[in-house]
């Protein structure tokens, strides 16, 4: 065997060996602009001090278009840069069998149906489930992979679903991880929603917490228990002892999720009569609020962007004829897409919503606006009447834009009670605390935590029965109160920005013959050159030899 042939296997010998004990070490480089492939340092966190195997078991699986073939690549390539900071978790190679897909479809996680045109002209059908389930400690929670944002193309709801990817598992991975279960309180003794108003909240909020019921009573620690409480459409002032007590939970650190009307009107009288008046709602929370940074206007918006409601437009009686017409008192809210509670976040429905005002200026309250009308908005002052045999529209009316209808509050909060006397039936455990740390979210609609009924059977919040639309009430009621509880600020996560990059059709279409030649011909182009290349450079060596 010549020499020249022994030093070429050992330095492939080498090569090789070199490879095989860098592989544990290798290292990667995330050179794209919105640092796509990049992992929080928070999420490595969370998948770094895990002690036993979390496994993630993929849903979606089978022939599908390169749409869902990214989201699946995005999934699997998250789950194995997690899984390379920490081999406990990982991901299951097996696919599941038809048993597990019927269990999560009990679950109400229903697959979806995508309608393709083939190459022969037909439509092709495929059935995908777009979710993933992580299992931790016997315990395993349903991660929703697919967003569906009404309003977005397919392709932007897949980016935003890619997105959104890594706070999902994070989220997830933390929620199973916790030793004990937080509790989440919903007020009662004013008039609140009730159970089966709220029935489909507080079910999305038990896949998190565990959710009570109750009133507060005259002990002032009555609410430590809770991580966060949720006042849900009250519709009877409050006391000064519950002020107080409420006022106090804050202070410590409490969060609190305030669903409140600015005016008082009658869904009873408005479908039997069609008209009800319209009065400002008095719940003697106005001075609280304002101390905090807030007031909730007593008025109505209405808003262009709304939902439309049947009304019976014939003359005679006896032969209804239902047509659907606008209905501006239920506007559609704009999510703010610059906060991580309704990043991503489809419309938002409402009905009676009224106007949130900031006050307070510069107090060292972060103050940001999660829902808004649209561009083409109006205020009703109260006291008023709405009437639904009037449903004309006059444009110049709708000359307001993005009035906000939910705010969140964080920072340093002072003590309402600050300065004031402390309601004397209280039995207090504790000394009044004057300043805390907290956070607050103002919604001026208690109608978008509603659900209705049908056929005995709960509606989705946010759900239209009209239009058979879902809009993202529960996404963002669930976000909330997320947001409220998130100490470990994961929800941050939800920041995360993909460039969505899409190929201009009709420029394509139009130079596809330039792009069809220039595909064919540069890789010849750059072989002959290579080739050339090399040539003149092996000429010259030898002629120098």
């Given at each position: 065997?010549?020499?020249?042939?022994?030093?070429?296997?050992?330095?492939?010998?080498?090569?090789?060996?070199?490879?095989?004990?860098?592989?544990?070490?290798?290292?990667?480089?995330?050179?794209?602009?919105?640092?796509?492939?990049?992992?929080?340092?928070?999420?490595?966190?969370?998948?770094?001090?895990?002690?036993?195997?979390?496994?993630?078991?993929?849903?979606?699986?089978?022939?599908?278009?390169?749409?869902?073939?990214?989201?699946?690549?995005?999934?699997?390539?998250?789950v194995e840069e997690l899984h390379r900071h920490?081999?406990?978790?990982?991901?299951?190679?097996?696919?599941?069998?038809?048993?597990?897909?019927?269990?999560?479809?009990?679950?109400?996680?229903?697959?979806?149906?995508?309608?393709?045109?083939?190459?022969?002209?037909?439509?092709?059908?495929?059935?995908?489930?777009?979710?993933?389930?992580?299992?931790?400690?016997?315990?395993?929670?349903?991660?929703?992979?697919?967003?569906?944002?009404?309003?977005?193309?397919?392709?932007?709801?897949?980016?935003?679903?890619?997105?959104?990817?890594?706070?999902?598992?994070?989220?997830?991975?933390?929620?199973?991880?916790?030793?004990?279960?937080?509790?989440?309180?919903?007020?009662?003794?004013?008039?609140?929603?009730?159970?089966?108003?709220?029935?489909?909240?507080?079910?999305?909020?038990?896949?998190?917490?565990?959710?009570?019921?109750?009133?507060?009573?005259?002990?002032?620690?009555?609410?430590?228990?809770?991580?966060?409480?949720?006042?849900?459409?009250?519709?009877?002032?409050?006391?000064?002892?519950?002020?107080?007590?409420?006022?106090?939970?804050?202070?410590?650190?409490?969060?609190?999720?305030?669903?409140?009307?600015?005016?008082?009107?009658?869904?009873?009288?408005?479908?039997?009569?069609?008209?009800?008046?319209?009065?400002?709602?008095?719940?003697?929370?106005?001075?609280?609020?304002?101390?905090?940074?807030?007031?909730?206007?007593?008025?109505?918006?209405?808003?262009?962007?709304?939902?439309?409601?049947?009304?019976?437009?014939?003359?005679?009686?006896?032969?209804?004829q239902y047509q659907p017409l606008p209905w501006?008192?239920?506007?559609?809210?704009?999510?703010?897409?610059?906060?991580?509670?309704?990043?991503?976040?489809?419309?938002?429905?409402?009905?009676?919503?009224?106007?949130?005002?900031?006050?307070?200026?510069?107090?060292?309250?972060?103050?940001?606006?999660?829902?808004?009308?649209?561009?083409?908005?109006?205020?009703?002052?109260?006291?008023a009447q709405v009437d639904l045999s009037d449903?004309?529209?006059?444009?110049?009316?709708?000359?307001?834009?993005?009035?906000?209808?939910?705010?969140?509050?964080?920072?340093?909060?002072?003590?309402?009670?600050?300065?004031?006397?402390?309601?004397?039936?209280?039995?207090?455990?504790?000394?009044?605390?004057?300043?805390?740390?907290?956070?607050?979210?103002?919604?001026?609609?208690?109608?978008?935590?509603?659900?209705?009924?049908?056929?005995?059977?709960?509606?989705?919040?946010?759900?239209?029965?009209?239009?058979?639309?879902?809009?993202?009430?529960?996404?963002?009621?669930?976000?909330?109160?997320?947001?409220?509880?998130?100490?470990?600020?994961?929800?941050?996560?939800?920041?995360?920005?993909?460039?969505?990059?899409?190929?201009?059709?009709?420029?394509?279409?139009?130079?596809?013959?330039?792009?069809?030649?220039?595909?064919?011909?540069?890789?010849?182009?750059?072989?002959?050159?290579?080739?050339?290349?090399?040539?003149?450079?092996?000429?010259?060596?030898?002629?120098?030899?």
């Open positions: 065997m010549s020499k020249e042939r022994v030093r070429w296997i050992v330095v492939l010998a080498a090569v090789v060996l070199i490879n095989l004990l860098l592989k544990p070490l290798a290292v990667r480089w995330d050179l794209t602009a919105d640092r796509r492939y990049t992992i929080h340092p928070q999420s490595l966190n969370e998948v770094a001090t895990l002690e036993e195997p979390a496994t993630v078991t993929l849903f979606l699986n089978g022939e599908m278009n390169s749409s869902f073939k990214r989201l699946k690549e995005s999934t699997e390539y998250l920490n081999r406990l978790f990982r991901l299951d190679d097996s696919e599941p069998d038809e048993r597990e897909y019927i269990l999560l479809q009990q679950k109400g996680f229903e697959p979806i149906v995508v309608h393709e045109r083939a190459k022969d002209g037909k439509t092709e059908q495929t059935t995908l489930w777009p979710y993933a389930r992580l299992t931790y400690k016997n315990k395993s929670m349903v991660i929703r992979l697919l967003r569906q944002n009404r309003g977005l193309s397919g392709e932007e709801n897949l980016n935003q679903s890619v997105e959104a990817l890594e706070y999902a598992f994070v989220e997830a991975l933390h929620t199973l991880r916790k030793d004990t279960v937080e509790r989440i309180a919903f007020l009662e003794g004013h008039g609140e929603m009730g159970d089966t108003q709220v029935y489909d909240f507080q079910q999305a909020l038990r896949y998190y917490f565990q959710v009570d019921r109750g009133t507060l009573g005259t002990q002032t620690d009555v609410l430590d228990p809770y991580r966060a409480i949720v006042i849900a459409d009250p519709q009877r002032p409050f006391s000064e002892s519950d002020k107080y007590i409420i006022d106090q939970y804050i202070i410590r650190g409490g969060r609190v999720m305030w669903l409140l009307n600015g005016v008082r009107f009658s869904e009873d009288m408005l479908s039997e009569s069609g008209m009800t008046p319209i009065i400002p709602l008095d719940l003697d929370l106005n001075d609280m609020l304002f101390r905090y940074g807030v007031r909730i206007n007593p008025a109505l918006v209405q808003d262009l962007q709304c939902l439309s409601i049947p009304v019976d437009v014939s003359s005679d009686p006896q032969r209804p501006t008192y239920a506007p559609l809210l704009l999510t703010n897409q610059n906060t991580p509670v309704t990043r991503n976040l489809m419309q938002v429905s409402a009905t009676m919503a009224s106007l949130v005002d900031l006050v307070g200026g510069d107090d060292g309250i972060q103050k940001n606006i999660l829902l808004a009308t649209s561009n083409a908005s109006s205020l009703t002052p109260t006291p449903l004309t529209i006059e444009q110049e009316r709708f000359s307001n834009a993005y009035m906000p209808v939910a705010v969140s509050l964080e920072g340093k909060f002072t003590s309402f009670f600050t300065h004031r006397i402390v309601p004397e039936q209280l039995k207090s455990q504790r000394d009044m605390q004057t300043e805390g740390e907290s956070r607050q979210i103002v919604v001026a609609a208690g109608s978008i935590a509603g659900n209705e009924w049908q056929d005995g059977q709960p509606l989705p919040a946010g759900f239209d029965r009209y239009s058979k639309t879902q809009f993202g009430n529960r996404d963002f009621l669930v976000q909330s109160i997320l947001w409220l509880t998130d100490d470990a600020d994961l929800i941050s996560l939800r920041q995360r920005q993909v460039a969505l990059r899409l190929i201009n059709g009709k420029k394509a279409y139009a130079n596809r013959a330039k792009i069809q030649w220039i595909s064919i011909l540069a890789p010849i182009f750059i072989l002959l050159l290579a080739g050339g290349c090399v040539t003149v450079v092996r000429r010259y060596k030898y002629k120098q030899a």
